[in-house]
Protein backbone atom coordinates (compact mmCIF):
# COMPACT_ATOMS: atom_id res chain seq x y z
CA UNK A 1 0.00 0.00 0.00
CA UNK A 2 2.00 3.00 -1.17
CA UNK A 3 -1.11 5.38 -0.16
CA UNK A 4 0.25 6.77 2.51
CA UNK A 5 3.89 7.86 2.49
CA UNK A 6 5.78 8.92 5.44
CA UNK A 7 9.54 10.89 5.39
CA UNK A 8 11.94 10.34 6.60
CA UNK A 9 11.71 6.87 7.60
CA UNK A 10 14.91 6.92 9.87
CA UNK A 11 15.82 9.82 12.34
CA UNK A 12 18.39 10.00 15.01
CA UNK A 13 18.25 13.20 17.22
CA UNK A 14 20.07 14.45 20.28
CA UNK A 15 17.22 15.57 22.66
CA UNK A 16 18.08 19.64 21.92
CA UNK A 17 17.25 19.10 18.13
CA UNK A 18 13.50 20.37 16.61
CA UNK A 19 13.14 18.40 13.78
CA UNK A 20 9.90 17.53 11.59
CA UNK A 21 7.64 14.20 10.41
CA UNK A 22 6.09 14.12 7.70
CA UNK A 23 3.20 12.17 6.41
CA UNK A 24 1.34 12.48 2.96
CA UNK A 25 -1.86 10.55 1.99
CA UNK A 26 -2.99 10.19 -1.34
CA UNK A 27 -6.43 8.42 -0.93
CA UNK A 28 -8.75 11.45 -1.08
CA UNK A 29 -9.15 10.44 3.05
CA UNK A 30 -10.44 13.15 5.40
CA UNK A 31 -9.25 11.94 8.65
CA UNK A 32 -5.28 11.54 9.59
CA UNK A 33 -3.90 10.15 12.93
CA UNK A 34 -0.30 10.19 14.52
CA UNK A 35 0.69 6.71 16.32
CA UNK A 36 3.39 5.83 18.38
CA UNK A 37 4.60 1.59 18.85
CA UNK A 38 7.07 1.90 21.73
CA UNK A 39 8.75 -1.88 22.14
CA UNK A 40 6.32 -4.17 23.55
CA UNK A 41 3.50 -1.49 24.05
CA UNK A 42 0.62 -1.55 21.92
CA UNK A 43 0.04 1.08 19.37
CA UNK A 44 -0.93 4.60 21.02
CA UNK A 45 -3.40 6.92 19.38
CA UNK A 46 -1.30 10.41 19.78
CA UNK A 47 -3.76 13.11 17.93
CA UNK A 48 -6.25 12.92 15.48
CA UNK A 49 -7.36 15.20 12.53
CA UNK A 50 -10.50 15.04 10.94
CA UNK A 51 -10.96 17.75 7.68
CA UNK A 52 -8.07 19.76 8.96
CA UNK A 53 -9.47 19.89 12.62
CA UNK A 54 -7.62 18.27 15.46
CA UNK A 55 -10.37 15.95 17.24
CA UNK A 56 -8.09 14.37 19.53
CA UNK A 57 -5.28 14.93 22.11
CA UNK A 58 -4.08 11.70 23.86
CA UNK A 59 -2.51 13.66 26.66
CA UNK A 60 0.49 13.95 24.62
CA UNK A 61 3.40 15.96 25.85
CA UNK A 62 3.71 19.31 24.23
CA UNK A 63 7.50 18.81 23.06
CA UNK A 64 5.39 17.03 20.31
CA UNK A 65 3.41 19.31 18.50
CA UNK A 66 0.78 18.51 15.08
CA UNK A 67 0.06 20.12 12.31
CA UNK A 68 -2.02 20.01 9.52
CA UNK A 69 -2.08 22.53 6.66
CA UNK A 70 -4.92 20.22 4.84
CA UNK A 71 -6.48 16.91 4.44
CA UNK A 72 -3.79 15.40 2.47
CA UNK A 73 -0.87 16.40 5.23
CA UNK A 74 0.05 15.78 8.14
CA UNK A 75 3.43 17.05 10.26
CA UNK A 76 4.72 16.03 13.93
CA UNK A 77 6.95 18.73 14.91
CA UNK A 78 9.50 17.40 17.63
CA UNK A 79 11.45 19.48 19.65
CA UNK A 80 13.30 18.83 23.47
CA UNK A 81 12.74 15.44 23.19
CA UNK A 82 13.64 12.50 25.71
CA UNK A 83 15.61 9.12 24.94
CA UNK A 84 12.16 7.37 25.88
CA UNK A 85 10.35 8.87 22.98
CA UNK A 86 12.31 6.99 21.23
CA UNK A 87 9.87 4.68 18.72
CA UNK A 88 8.34 4.10 15.34
CA UNK A 89 6.06 6.86 14.54
CA UNK A 90 3.27 5.80 12.35
CA UNK A 91 0.70 7.88 10.54
CA UNK A 92 -2.43 6.51 9.34
CA UNK A 93 -5.75 8.14 7.41
CA UNK A 94 -9.48 6.76 6.70
CA UNK A 95 -12.06 8.21 4.98
CA UNK A 96 -13.96 8.86 7.57
CA UNK A 97 -13.31 8.33 11.82
CA UNK A 98 -15.07 5.05 11.74
CA UNK A 99 -13.89 3.87 8.29
CA UNK A 100 -10.76 1.40 7.93
CA UNK A 101 -7.65 3.31 8.74
CA UNK A 102 -4.61 2.84 6.34
CA UNK A 103 -0.88 3.41 7.48
CA UNK A 104 2.19 4.51 6.06
CA UNK A 105 5.41 2.73 6.35
CA UNK A 106 6.53 5.14 9.72
CA UNK A 107 9.38 6.84 11.27
CA UNK A 108 12.00 4.85 12.97
CA UNK A 109 13.14 7.42 15.57
CA UNK A 110 16.33 7.56 18.03
CA UNK A 111 16.86 9.91 20.51
CA UNK A 112 20.25 10.11 21.96
CA UNK B 1 -13.21 0.67 28.90
CA UNK B 2 -13.03 -0.76 25.21
CA UNK B 3 -9.71 -3.63 25.49
CA UNK B 4 -8.30 -5.80 23.00
CA UNK B 5 -6.31 -8.73 24.43
CA UNK B 6 -4.26 -11.48 22.28
CA UNK B 7 -3.06 -13.59 24.35
CA UNK B 8 -0.85 -15.58 21.99
CA UNK B 9 2.71 -13.85 21.89
CA UNK B 10 4.35 -15.81 19.20
CA UNK B 11 2.84 -19.17 17.03
CA UNK B 12 4.81 -21.00 14.51
CA UNK B 13 3.02 -22.66 11.47
CA UNK B 14 4.47 -24.55 8.87
CA UNK B 15 4.19 -23.82 5.46
CA UNK B 16 0.86 -24.87 3.80
CA UNK B 17 -0.98 -25.16 6.75
CA UNK B 18 -3.68 -23.00 8.00
CA UNK B 19 -3.70 -21.45 11.54
CA UNK B 20 -5.39 -19.49 13.95
CA UNK B 21 -4.69 -16.16 15.92
CA UNK B 22 -6.69 -15.17 18.93
CA UNK B 23 -8.31 -12.38 19.81
CA UNK B 24 -10.70 -11.34 22.00
CA UNK B 25 -12.20 -7.77 23.14
CA UNK B 26 -14.73 -5.95 25.47
CA UNK B 27 -16.90 -3.11 25.10
CA UNK B 28 -20.17 -1.78 26.18
CA UNK B 29 -20.73 -0.15 22.58
CA UNK B 30 -23.47 -1.48 20.13
CA UNK B 31 -21.71 -0.77 17.15
CA UNK B 32 -18.10 -1.24 16.46
CA UNK B 33 -15.59 -2.43 14.07
CA UNK B 34 -12.83 -5.37 14.37
CA UNK B 35 -9.90 -5.27 12.16
CA UNK B 36 -6.71 -6.76 11.55
CA UNK B 37 -3.53 -5.67 10.65
CA UNK B 38 -0.27 -7.08 9.63
CA UNK B 39 3.18 -5.78 10.37
CA UNK B 40 6.21 -7.06 9.03
CA UNK B 41 9.82 -6.21 9.90
CA UNK B 42 10.38 -2.99 7.88
CA UNK B 43 7.07 -1.96 10.09
CA UNK B 44 4.22 -0.99 7.77
CA UNK B 45 0.75 -2.01 9.67
CA UNK B 46 -1.19 -3.33 6.63
CA UNK B 47 -5.04 -3.52 6.82
CA UNK B 48 -6.21 -7.51 6.39
CA UNK B 49 -9.60 -7.62 6.81
CA UNK B 50 -12.55 -6.49 8.61
CA UNK B 51 -15.83 -7.38 11.08
CA UNK B 52 -18.61 -4.99 11.25
CA UNK B 53 -20.74 -5.66 14.97
CA UNK B 54 -23.67 -5.86 13.08
CA UNK B 55 -22.22 -8.21 10.03
CA UNK B 56 -24.17 -11.47 10.03
CA UNK B 57 -21.51 -13.17 8.23
CA UNK B 58 -17.65 -13.85 8.69
CA UNK B 59 -15.44 -11.51 7.01
CA UNK B 60 -13.40 -13.32 4.24
CA UNK B 61 -10.57 -11.70 2.28
CA UNK B 62 -8.89 -14.63 0.24
CA UNK B 63 -6.81 -16.74 2.28
CA UNK B 64 -7.76 -14.39 5.30
CA UNK B 65 -10.97 -14.74 7.46
CA UNK B 66 -12.48 -13.91 10.59
CA UNK B 67 -13.91 -16.45 12.53
CA UNK B 68 -16.95 -13.57 15.12
CA UNK B 69 -18.18 -14.92 17.47
CA UNK B 70 -20.03 -11.91 19.01
CA UNK B 71 -21.57 -13.44 22.02
CA UNK B 72 -18.05 -14.88 23.23
CA UNK B 73 -16.68 -11.48 22.02
CA UNK B 74 -13.79 -12.94 19.89
CA UNK B 75 -12.49 -12.31 16.74
CA UNK B 76 -9.79 -15.19 15.63
CA UNK B 77 -7.91 -14.42 12.32
CA UNK B 78 -7.51 -17.92 10.46
CA UNK B 79 -4.91 -17.77 7.57
CA UNK B 80 -5.32 -20.71 5.00
CA UNK B 81 -2.26 -22.31 3.36
CA UNK B 82 0.31 -20.18 5.32
CA UNK B 83 3.21 -19.16 3.08
CA UNK B 84 6.56 -17.71 4.34
CA UNK B 85 5.78 -14.53 3.82
CA UNK B 86 3.13 -14.48 6.09
CA UNK B 87 5.60 -14.30 8.48
CA UNK B 88 5.07 -10.86 10.90
CA UNK B 89 2.94 -9.21 13.83
CA UNK B 90 -0.65 -9.43 13.59
CA UNK B 91 -2.38 -7.15 15.59
CA UNK B 92 -6.22 -7.10 16.11
CA UNK B 93 -7.70 -3.92 16.45
CA UNK B 94 -11.41 -2.70 17.28
CA UNK B 95 -12.96 1.12 16.76
CA UNK B 96 -15.28 2.97 19.61
CA UNK B 97 -16.78 6.50 19.51
CA UNK B 98 -15.99 8.72 22.24
CA UNK B 99 -18.52 11.28 21.18
CA UNK B 100 -15.91 13.70 19.59
CA UNK B 101 -13.48 11.14 17.94
CA UNK B 102 -13.66 7.70 16.30
CA UNK B 103 -10.50 5.83 17.70
CA UNK B 104 -8.75 2.56 17.10
CA UNK B 105 -7.18 0.76 20.37
CA UNK B 106 -4.95 -2.54 19.93
CA UNK B 107 -3.62 -5.30 21.05
CA UNK B 108 -0.22 -6.47 22.10
CA UNK B 109 -0.04 -8.69 18.89
CA UNK B 110 0.94 -12.17 18.26
CA UNK B 111 4.20 -12.91 16.55
CA UNK B 112 3.98 -15.54 13.34
CA UNK B 113 6.59 -17.82 12.20
CA UNK B 114 5.98 -19.55 9.10
CA UNK B 115 8.48 -22.49 9.08
CA UNK B 116 9.15 -25.26 5.66
Known amino acids: ETGVTQTPRHLVMGMTNKKSLKCEQH?????MYWYKQSAKKPLELMFVYNFKEQTENNSVPSRFSPECPNSSHLFLHLHTLQPEDSALYLCASSQGQEETQYFGPGTRLLVL | AQKITQTQPGMFVQEKEAVTLDCTYDTSDQSYGLFWYKQPSSGEMIFLIYQGSYDEQNATEGRYSLNFQKARKSANLVISASQLGDSAMYFC?????????????FGTGTRLQVTL
Open chain 2, 93 to 105: AMTYYTGTASKLT
Open chain 1, 27 to 31: LGHNA
